[in-house]
Nanobody, 114 residues
């Protein structure tokens, strides 16, 4: 089992920045990928950024050039979000893949508004 805890969400003005962090615990040794997704009411959860252990980092089209995913250490992944737009408002979820299973955090709210 893997437990994920997100932090760093909040309210920010358009054009501002936020940094989200995801801390993994439990059986983290076999995690093969981690990433960030987001969801707004009435819509499907969408990929924001994916960071596999092997392979290329992936970004959703709407965040390319503005968001950066990084691995801070063995159990923490961060998402640096710059030039935020009102349409980036959503609940952001951390996800980990391990041995064919997916694990999700509880989500953190990001609101971009003046």
């Amino acid at each position: 089992q893997v437990q994920l805890v997100e932090s760093g969400g909040g309210l920010v003005q358009p054009g501002g920045s936020l940094r989200l962090s995801c801390a993994a615990s439990g059986s983290i040794g076999s995690i093969t990928a981690m990433g960030w997704y987001r969801q707004v009411p009435g819509k499907e959860r969408e990929l924001v950024a994916g960071l596999p252990n092997i392979g290329r980092t992936k970004y959703g089209d709407s965040v390319k050039g503005r968001f950066t995913i990084s691995r801070d250490n063995a159990n923490t992944v961060s998402l640096q979000m710059n030039s935020l737009k009102p349409e980036d408002t959503a609940v952001y979820y951390c996800r980990a893949e391990r041995l064919g299973s997916h694990y999700w955090g509880q989500g953190t709210q990001v609101t971009v508004s003046s």
